[in-house]
Every structure is written in C-alpha cells, then in structure tokens.
C-alpha cells in the first residue's frame, strides 16, 4: 500500500477527518480521534501505524514487518506500526484500520457517535 491508497481507503470510512501533521505523516481521525498515522518509517519504505485491540496488539508485536508502533506504544498505548510492506497484506492491513477506526470511534461520547453516524446497528 502507497501513503496515497492509504489516503484514498481511510476516506472512504465514515465520518473521517485527514491532516498533515507530525513530521508530515498522514494522519486520519473519526470524530476528531487518531486512528491512522501514515509515516514515521525510514525514508525509502512506507510505514503505517494503527490503533489495535490487546489481542491483536499482542499478535501482531511479534509478526515479521509489524512492531509496536514507536512513541505511541512506549507510553502503554496499543498502536502498532507496519513497517515492511508486501503488496499481498493490504487486504490485511485494510482490514487493521477499519478495526482501528471502530476502536477510536468507539472511545466517542455516545452522543457524538449518533452525531457523525457512527455505531448506531
């Protein structure tokens, strides 16, 4: 996956929010909360970092290519950073921000969810 594919699959989620911020990084949010940081990897390589559940947190920290994502998981956050992309994991990786952007607007007042839309089966 590009950082643009990465732009073009986030705004397709409802009720998301795109900024260029920290460092130039591509960062998405739902209702003004982080669930998709595109950057912080080495220069030549895409890096892409999303928020996780435990489970998958603790899954995906030992899975070649993944890693704890840094800044965010060293303050008990659990946020994970592809960073070695192959093209046969962007189903994987899709399905990992679409998780990422239920978690983050999950952690949205009740009311803010009915607002944007959001949760409301």
């Known amino acids: 996956m590009t950082?643009?594919?990465?732009?073009?699959?986030?705004?397709s989620l409802p009720a998301t929010s795109y900024v260029i911020q920290w460092g130039g990084s591509h960062v998405w949010k739902v209702g003004g909360k982080v669930f998709a940081i595109g950057g912080w990897g080495k220069a030549d390589k895409p890096a892409f970092t999303f928020k996780t559940s435990e489970l998958n947190f603790y899954f995906l920290?030992?899975?070649?290519?993944?890693?704890?994502?840094?800044?965010l998981a060293s303050r008990g956050m659990k946020w994970i950073q592809q960073f070695e992309v192959r093209g046969s994991e962007d189903d994987e990786l899709?399905?990992?921000?679409?998780?990422s952007h239920r978690i983050a607007s999950l952690?949205?007042?009740?009311?803010?969810?009915?607002?944007?839309?959001l949760n409301q089966d």
């Open 3 to 11: 950082y643009q594919e990465l732009n073009e699959f986030c705004r």
């Open 107 to 117: 952690s949205l007042t009740k009311k803010r969810q009915k607002e944007l839309g």
């Open 61 to 71: 920290s030992d899975q070649p290519g993944y890693r704890p994502a840094p800044y």
């Open 94 to 99: 899709k399905y990992y921000l679409k998780e």
